[in-house]
């Protein structure tokens, strides 16, 4: 577990771009951009407490940062919204991301291989249902280099986001 301002300093080492700030950061957990305290720390007196985050939130920030100069913020959340209800869990991890990526892939290639599908308003839906499949595609190969940047920038094996 990870408190924000510490992820923050560390994902700055992973992104190309600017970092934004703590508040920024926060407000993209709000929105569902990043996964939200799964503990709290206490600073005991009047220090108040400080959220903890998973490890995977240093991948998580640097894969929206590189992410957003091609898609908004209500895509990247859907997209990872849609990633998430086929798991278990609602971590997103090293452990299941390359489960999830074939999945991804053979929607891609029955995408391509429509087969009966001709009828009106068809291909609009599989056109539709292409691109979101592309953008899931696209961020779950963005996360799974920066969790293994975030690995050696933590000087951690990839183990400790599963």
Same mark, same amino acid.
Do not use: C
């Given at each position: 577990?990870?408190?924000?301002?510490?992820?923050?300093?560390?994902?700055?080492?992973?992104?190309?771009?600017?970092?934004?700030?703590?508040?920024?950061?926060?407000?993209?957990?709000?929105?569902?951009?990043? *996964?939200?305290?799964?503990?709290?720390?206490?600073?005991?007196?009047?220090?108040?407490?400080?959220?903890?985050?998973?490890?995977?939130?240093?991948?998580?920030?640097?894969?929206? &940062?590189?992410?957003?100069?091609?898609?908004?913020?209500?895509?990247?959340?859907?997209?990872?919204?849609?990633?998430? *209800?086929?798991?278990?869990?609602?971590? &997103?991890? *090293?452990?299941?991301?390359?489960?999830?990526?074939?999945?991804?892939?053979?929607?891609?290639?029955?995408?391509?291989?429509?087969?009966?599908?001709?009828?009106?308003?068809?291909?609009?839906?599989?056109?539709?249902?292409?691109?979101?499949?592309?953008?899931?595609?696209?961020?779950?190969?963005?996360?799974?280099?920066?969790?293994?940047?975030?690995?050696?920038?933590?000087?951690?094996?990839?183990?400790?986001?599963?």
């Amino acid at each position: 577990m990870i408190d924000l301002k510490t992820a923050r300093d560390k994902a700055d080492k992973l992104a190309d771009n600017e970092m934004p700030a703590l508040s920024s950061l926060r407000r993209w957990i709000s929105r569902g951009l990043l *996964s939200g305290t799964i503990d709290y720390s206490e600073k005991g007196r009047a220090g108040g407490r400080v959220g903890l985050y998973p490890d995977s939130i240093v991948a998580e920030i640097a894969t929206v &940062i590189a992410l957003k100069n091609r898609y908004n913020h209500k895509e990247i959340v859907e997209v990872r919204e849609n990633i998430i *209800s086929d798991l278990d869990t609602k971590q &997103i991890n *090293s452990k299941n991301i390359k489960e999830i990526l074939k999945k991804r892939y053979i929607k891609l290639e029955k995408l391509f291989n429509p087969g009966d599908r001709s009828g009106p308003g068809e291909m609009e839906e599989t056109e539709n249902l292409f691109r979101q499949t592309f953008k899931e595609k696209d961020y779950l190969e963005t996360y799974q280099y920066y969790i293994k940047k975030a690995a050696e920038v933590m000087n951690q094996d990839e183990k400790i986001f599963q």
